[in-house]
Nanobody
Framework: QVQLLESGGGSVQAGGSLRLSCAAS????????MAWARQAPGKEREGIAQ???????NYASSVKGRFTISRDNAKNILYLEMNNLKPEDTAMYYC??????????????????WGQGTQVTVSS
């Protein structure tokens, strides 16, 4: 049974930092594209960062320069380092895996496995 489990969310003030983690179990995540997405109340899920098995990364313009995605293939953990957080970053954050394609996409519909999410709240 493939599972993704996020952790590290919380409440911070604007300008603060958080690091999210996503532990994968049931398979080795090193061969798949992994991604972080977020969903704010009343909005659609938005892909914000992706990392391919070779380490190639891509970011949404809304987080580029502030967020860093990385992965530890030996530990099967995906990370999202978030700096200079803004109130508009408030959302539920999810990690996902795309086990069906060889290249990454920012299309959240491509990801067939998702974790349960971790809440990030940024106050002004």
């Amino acid at each position: 049974q493939v599972q993704l489990l996020e952790s590290g969310g919380g409440s911070v003030q604007a300008g603060g930092s958080l690091r999210l983690s996503c532990a994968a179990s049931g398979y080795s995540n090193s061969s798949f594209c992994m991604a972080w997405a977020r969903q704010a109340p009343g909005k659609e899920r938005e892909g914000i960062a992706q990392i391919n098995s070779d380490g190639t990364v891509n970011y949404a313009s809304s987080v580029k320069g502030r967020f860093t995605i990385s992965r530890d293939n030996a530990k099967n953990i995906l990370y999202l380092e978030m700096n200079n957080l803004k109130p508009e970053d408030t959302a539920m954050y999810y990690c996902g895996a795309d086990t069906a394609h060889l290249t990454c996409s920012d299309d959240v519909d491509r990801y067939n496995i998702w974790g349960q999410g971790t809440q990030v709240t940024v106050s002004s």
